[in-house]
């Protein structure tokens, strides 16, 4: 055991990161131009915001069947289809003319989104060790974060050149090489992806055994997921109320989500070193503190400071979700234990903004913000409370 190398994530950087920075890539190359595409193609304001959400739709209602699929073929297979089916998604959204393929197209990058990021999860959980596991799910976020941001700069410079179609291109182009990273991944060994033997686990035992998890801190998970979508409404809508230029809110967004990209990997290390509550009640603590604040600003100064001490919070808690996840996914049945798990973090990523659209519109734009923060609290209250009980036992270094 003394001959063996030290697992270091930088060995594994390549294999292990590239294609979610390079699947971020292509997606971020393809959303800011969505709304616009569907506007070409004949739809109203109103259907092109609904059109934009079938991503999210079709990432939402395949996290189940993408659990049975990365079970059946494991996560090698599962993260490959699911580069192929979003280059071939992307595709279509770039050169049809009729509205309803488009709409087609978009449903395909969510279903392909929700494939390959419980694959690389299920992967991850296992092929690294315990003691590194926060810093590898915190890089994993946080790099496919870094996609995202960098794939409307590459989509701006190709689309100058070409058209709004580029954008497709750059988007095609980013899951191709993705898929030609994936293939280069290592399989995992059969047992860690079938189990131990015995009976083979199915969805219905893995919800029912782990039932106490998923109403304690899978509630907090979507807690987490209601806050963090709703923080990205925040900003522009507040920044809209004081009436501060579009060129400045962007701005202000903009800032906060490179401050969001810094502290993702400090986030993970800690984690690893101190335990899972040492960033997840911090992390909601600030963001609910931050949000409450939100409408108390009266400017840009205020509003740039709240915007940056959010991105902070959401930056620290870059990988949180798949960590608790990965801590608590049984061996056998991983796979179905994560897709539930993403589950409930998508459920709380489309309330949450629902919510906030809900009492904005009985009540007022503050209200519902501070709300928001509210539910921030609550995370942390839930994740304070069970996360030392249920967490899994820590290996001696």
């Known amino acids: 055991m003394s001959g063996e190398a030290p697992f270091s994530l930088r060995r594994i950087a390549v294999p292990a990161f590239g294609p979610s920075l390079l699947f971020g890539l292509g997606e971020g190359a393809m959303l800011p131009v969505v709304a616009l595409s569907a506007r070409d193609l004949g739809a109203s304001v109103p259907m092109a915001a609904l059109i934009v959400t079938l991503i999210g739709i079709g990432s939402l209602v395949t996290n189940l069947p993408a659990s049975l699929i990365t079970m059946r073929h494991g996560e090698r297979r599962a993260i490959v289809a699911a580069a192929v089916w979003a280059a071939l998604a992307m595709v279509l959204c770039g050169w049809t003319s009729q509205l309803p393929v488009y709409a087609l197209g978009c449903f395909m990058v969510g279903m392909a989104q929700a494939v390959f990021n419980l694959a690389r999860q299920s992967y991850l959980t296992e092929a690294v060790p315990i003691e590194y596991r926060a810093r590898a799910m915190s890089t994993l976020g946080g790099v496919m974060r870094i996609g995202l941001f960098l794939g409307p700069f590459v989509a701006a410079a190709a689309i100058h050149h070409w058209g709004l179609v580029a954008a497709y291109g750059v988007g095609v182009a980013g899951m191709l090489l993705a898929l030609a990273v994936a293939l280069r991944v290592p399989d995992l060994p059969p047992h860690a992806v079938a189990g131990n033997g015995g009976a083979a686990p199915t969805l219905g035992s893995t919800v029912r055994n782990h039932r106490l998890v998923f109403a304690t801190v899978g509630l907090g998970v979507m807690l987490i997921g209601a806050v963090r979508a709703s923080r990205q409404a925040v900003i522009p809508l507040w920044a809209d109320h004081l009436m501060l230029e579009a060129s400045v809110a962007s701005l202000i967004y903009g800032l906060a989500g490179a401050i969001d990209m810094l502290v993702f990997y400090p986030a993970g290390r800690l984690m690893d070193l101190k335990g899972r509550n040492w960033v997840a009640v911090p992390s909601m603590v600030i963001m609910g503190t931050a949000l409450c604040a939100t409408p108390l600003t009266h400017g840009l100064a205020t509003l740039l400071l709240a915007a940056l001490v959010i991105g902070f919070g959401n930056g620290i808690s870059s990988g949180l979700i798949m960590t608790l996840g990965a801590d608590h996914a049984p061996p056998a049945g991983r796979a179905h234990f994560l897709g539930v798990w993403r589950l409930m973090a998508d459920l709380g990523a489309t309330a949450g903004p629902a919510l906030l659209s809900f009492l904005t519109a009985v009540s007022s734009l503050a209200w519902g913000i501070a709300a928001t923060g509210l539910l921030a609290y ?20």
């Not at 609550?378 to 270094?397: K, S």
């Open 378 to 397: 609550a995370a942390a209250g839930l994740l304070g409370a069970w996360i030392p009980r249920l967490g899994p036992p820590r290996p001696r270094r």
